[in-house]
């Protein structure tokens, strides 16, 4: 019996793809909730907060900034 695992890459940074549409099929019916979620006027529908404020805080950089 071994003891360690052998022919597997130990380097891998990350358990899940990059992005969430990696795992989402071109053909899945979440695509079509995505994109009209995207095209709602959120101010026009009277949802508070749908404006970011002006003394909000900075932006986050990029996760992968060099």
Same mark, same amino acid.
């Given at each position: 019996m071994k003891r360690f695992v052998e022919g597997e890459c130990r380097d891998q940074s990350v358990l899940f793809p990059e992005r969430l549409d990696d795992w989402i %099929?071109?053909?899945n019916p979440v695509? %079509? *909730?995505d994109a009209?979620? *995207?095209e709602l006027e959120f101010? %026009?529908?009277g949802f508070a907060g749908a404006e970011p404020a002006d003394t909000g805080a900075a932006g986050l950089p990029p996760w992968n900034a060099a």
């Open positions: %099929a071109e053909d695509r %079509a *909730d009209f979620i *995207d101010m %026009a529908l």
